[in-house]
């Protein structure tokens, strides 16, 4: 299977951060990757105006003493919030 695309969250539109995040699930299943596995791989994908946000999003959780997000389901949750408004 074809590693998925990287994503820069630059486009307002959502079903471009959905078809990503379909991308990247049906790439883990195929091979059958642990959900902390599946978070770096996330991480190493986002470039731009993404990579930048998740940056800016760890800083935060650290300031607040909230503790690292280690699972690719807890960051997708995050990623959510911020790139799919519905």
């Known amino acids: 299977m074809k590693e998925p695309p990287c ?3 630059i486009s307002l539109d959502p079903t471009i951060y959905l078809r990503w995040v379909q991308m990247l699930q049906d790439y883990f299943e195929a091979k059958e990757y642990f959900d902390e596995e599946c ?5 190493q994908k ?3 105006y993404a990579y930048y946000w998740f940056k800016w999003f760890k800083r935060e959780r650290a300031l607040q003493c909230k503790p690292k997000i280690k699972t690719g389901t807890k960051l997708k949750s995050h990623m959510n919030v911020r790139f799919n408004p519905y």
Not at 39 to 43: C, D, N, S, V, Y
């Open 39 to 43: 978070f770096l791989i996330t991480t």
């Open 7 to 9: 994503f820069d969250g």
């Open 46 to 48: 986002l470039q731009g």
